[in-house]
């Protein structure tokens, strides 16, 4: 063989593996965890760490899905963080979001055979980093089969479980200040018997509900999910600790109680009409009502603070007239909203739920009041508004799946606990009903509960997510369709998804607002800007093994900063691509809901948002991916020759 057919034979020899890595990173990510992972819900992203596959091995797989964007659990976007994981494979631990800003993952003990694996890790969704912290306190041993809880002041109970690497069932409440990052110890007088694979949910008032569980070892049927050795522990009790008072209670059920089980999932059920909101400094706000005792209305904002226990009075300039039973939550913004309601003494009918002594506010207007500068303002509502209501909902725990004793009659995999008079009842349910499952986990999203994976009988990769519409209590509903349009839900995330992947659903009709995919092995997601140079630079991953960077100069857009867009509220400048590297054009004309554009800096806009294209450039910026990915994969090959 000549040289130069030497030379033509190793170049084309390069392309095809180029073009192969192009070709595997542009695939769809598919999870293959089956079971025994956690699931932590932090701004609109449910992340998914660990567990077992379909053959039983523990994965090192981390992603996330995009809750904020509508999707059909048939055909599922997984965005994949795994080349950022530092946890080895592990399964059965378990998570919760904490910290000073109440955006960090916190994951703790689980199942490994990596001897190095940490107790503790952290993961920054921010700064999209991992770490294992420094906590100090009491020394605790690995757990496992239990459930994370964390209240209202980021303090994240630990109670009971396994021990790893035995069978024995540890008596103790382990709490991880995640602000503080210390250990401590909580009260285990009046505790229940220690147990693992309870269930378990933090009630509106910082308490903590437990039930069922097992106390020996257990095996169970892959398929029925039912007990074959070992027991379960009855629902007939449930316990309460009190996170505030650091003390126990126990409750005894009644109702349709459910069997004995193991492995379900514990969700409170959604809360409309709260009367009490905690803002992000600990302040509880309790305004109007009535007193205790007579039929009057006061008119009065109460404020306690949780932390250093004392109270205050709020502004009530401007606020609406004195009422009871009204709807209320905390926005974003640290402002509260405050709707319906009555002013007067009512009664209703226990099956309709029409009103009919007295009457109910209308919600044609809102009041929102400024938990920060202490003053009310009023806004008129419009389109489809709500008749007038008055109530108190979400006071019930929802439980699904798990493994169950045989009770010797055909049982149901959903309950609901009426937490006013503990009673279990079944509720009514219409959709596709899915076949149970176990070891799975369960987050309230927006009106949904998400249920993610599970064990049971189904295939690997299918039904991984199923949802469970609870917005109506006389009927819950199995869909495959999730609709973000909530108010619980934002709309905005400013997390860098780091996927080259286009979104499975294209943006709105309404909004033509262009997201930018960013690429998935990125590690560092800042940027520098040179202000007195025309050219930006990106740092990009060296190659996908280190995280040296090489910088790629990528020439900005041109700002007309005189051009605005007048349909827009916040008035971003109109930009203009002058390149074809990233070269789309970005309009917004009818928009109203205006995150920063990721293109420019040259007036301080946020770097870090991710811009999704919308269905006219999809097939521009692949092509334009590809390149980049393409040269990027050859210039590699190339320098290892």
């Known amino acids: 063989m000549s040289r130069i057919s030497l030379v033509y034979f190793t170049i084309l020899w390069i392309l095809l593996q180029v073009l192969v890595e192009v070709n595997c990173q542009m695939t769809p990510f598919k999870p293959s965890v089956f079971y025994g992972h956690t699931a932590t819900l932090i701004n609109n992203k449910l992340y998914v ?21 509508p999707f059909n659990t048939q055909e599922l976007s997984w965005k994949d963080l795994s080349d950022l994981n530092m946890v080895p494979p592990n399964y059965f631990a378990t998570s919760v979001k904490g910290g000073p800003n109440n955006d960090t993952l916190f994951f703790y003990g689980g199942l490994t055979t990596d001897q190095t694996m940490a107790l503790v890790y952290t993961f920054d969704s921010q700064s999209i980093v991992w770490s294992i912290p420094n906590i100090t306190g009491v020394n605790t041993v690995r757990k ?11 303090r994240m109970y630990l109670w009971s479980g396994t021990v790893s690497g035995t069978n024995s069932f540890v008596n103790e409440m382990l709490i991880l ?30 308490k903590i509900i437990y039930m069922g569980g097992t106390s020996v070892g257990t095996t169970y049927n892959d398929k029925t999910l039912n007990i074959e050795t070992g027991s379960a522990l009855p629902l007939s009790e449930i316990y309460i600790y009190d996170t505030i008072y650091d003390n126990w209670d126990t409750k005894i059920t009644s109702g349709k109680i459910p069997s004995n089980r193991v492995g379900f999932s514990t969700v409170l059920g959604i809360k409309y009409f709260l009367t009490a909101i905690i803002n992000n400094d600990g302040r509880m706000y309790l305004w109007s009502g009535t007193v205790s005792g007579t039929n009057s209305f006061v008119n009065e904002m109460l404020i306690l603070d949780t932390k250093n226990l004392s109270w205050s009075q709020g502004n009530l300039f401007n606020a609406p007239i004195p009422r009871r039973s009204y709807g209320t939550a905390l926005l974003p913004n640290n402002k509260i909203i405050y709707m319906g309601g009555t002013s ?21 207007e809102i009041y929102i ?36 004793v045989n009770p010797g009659y055909l049982d149901t995999t959903l309950y609901v606990l009426d937490l006013n008079t503990y009673n279990w009842y079944v509720p009514k349910i219409s959709g596709n009903i899915p076949n149970p499952r176990a070891f799975h986990k369960a987050n309230v999203v927006g009106k949904y509960m998400v249920i993610s994976f599970g064990n049971g009988d189904r295939a690997a990769g299918e039904n991984d997510i199923l949802l469970l519409d609870i917005s109506n209590n006389d009927e819950y509903v199995w869909t495959t369709t999730f609709d973000p349009v909530d108010p619980s839900v934002p709309k905005n995330s400013t997390m860098p998804s780091p996927s080259f992947l286009p979104p499975s659903h294209p943006p709105s009709n309404n909004t033509t607002e262009n997201e930018l995919p960013i690429e998935r092995n990125i590690h560092n997601y800042e940027q520098a800007i040179n202000n007195n140079s025309e050219q930006e630079v990106v740092q990009i991953p060296r190659n996908e093994n280190t995280i040296n960077y090489e910088p790629i100069m990528i020439l900005p857009p041109v700002i007309n900063k005189n051009n605005y867009n007048k349909n827009t509220i916040n008035h971003e400048p109109t930009i203009t691509p002058v390149n074809n590297y990233y070269g789309q054009e970005i309009k917004n004309e009818n928009a109203t809901n205006h995150e920063p554009i990721t293109i420019v800096d040259t007036n301080n806009y946020n770097y870090e948002q991710e811009v999704n294209p919308t269905s006219n450039n999809t097939n521009r910026l692949s092509s334009q991916i590809l390149n980049i990915n393409f040269f990027r994969l050859l210039n590699k090959k190339l320098t290892r020759i």
């Open 177 to 206: 200040d995640t602000k503080n990052l210390s250990w401590s110890q909580g009260n285990l007088f009046n505790a229940p018997i220690p147990r693992r694979s309870y269930g378990t949910a933090l009630l509106p008032n910082n």
């Open 49 to 69: 760490l660990g567990g077992l596959n379909f053959n039983g091995n523990p994965v090192k797989e981390f992603f996330y899905l995009d809750v904020s964007v």
């Open 369 to 404: 009041y400024d938990t920060i500068y202490d003053n009310w303002d009023t806004k008129i509502t419009s389109g489809k508004i709500p008749s007038n209501r008055v109530g108190l909902d979400g006071q019930r725990i929802i439980i699904y799946g798990g493994c169950f």
């Open 144 to 154: 496992y089969f239990l459930t994370a809880i964390i209240n209202n002041d980021g």
């Open 344 to 364: 007067v003494g009512t009664t209703y009918n226990d099956k309709t739920l029409n009103i009919e002594t007295g009457s109910a506010l209308p919600l044609s």
